[in-house]
């Protein structure tokens, strides 16, 4: 699962909308709830793309092979105390109702934690899934190619990009 630019907009109004809708927390001002809930998503981002980049240079000084990307990047996002994949989601989630206890325009949080943990859930699940169908889509398209190579890795980038563009993801 994975977060992507495109969808944040859309995603905080769901959640806003979601969470006003049945009473779980009241607001004073809608359109600013749903700019913290974007200033929590794009932080993620921000910090999603920072452990990337970190697990590049660890992948270059120690020469060890892309395929350790992964396993890697857990490592660090760990370190970091940061969700990335399944935990992607609690890990968002609880930054969210973490704004909510500092916000202004939160006037005040009925729903249990996990109660709101669960809604917001459903609606990052639907977004975030996305990212499986362009995968599966992307695979598609070179699977003539040998996977692992470099030359499959540089194709699938550049033909999971011109799919994310073609669907409004980045």
């Known amino acids: ?17 979601v969470l006003t809708r049945n009473n779980d927390i009241e607001v ?6 749903i700019l913290d809930i974007e200033a929590v998503l794009k932080e993620y981002l921000r910090l999603e793309r920072e452990i990337v980049e970190r697990v590049k240079d660890l992948l270059e000084t120690r020469k060890l092979p892309y395929a350790q990307f992964g ?18 989601i609690e890990h968002i989630c609880g930054q969210i109702i973490g704004s909510f ?36 889509e992307t695979r598609d398209k070179i699977k003539n190619l040998e996977e692992g190579t470099r030359t ?5 980038q550049k033909v999971m990009e011109q799919i994310k563009k073609k669907r409004g993801l980045t």
């Open 28 to 33: 004073t001002d809608k359109e600013e709830v």
């Open 71 to 88: 396993r890697l990047k857990k490592q660090v996002a760990d370190e970091r105390q940061f969700g990335i994949g399944e935990d992607s």
């Open 101 to 136: 206890m500092h916000s202004v325009h939160v006037e005040e949080v009925f729903g249990e934690d996990h109660d709101l943990r669960r809604k917001m859930a459903i609606v990052l699940r639907k977004h975030m899934a996305v990212d499986e169908e362009v995968d599966r």
């Open 152 to 156: 499959w890795e540089i194709e699938y």
């Open 1 to 17: 699962m994975r977060l992507f630019s495109g969808k944040v907009s859309i995603i905080a109004r769901e959640i806003c909308e």
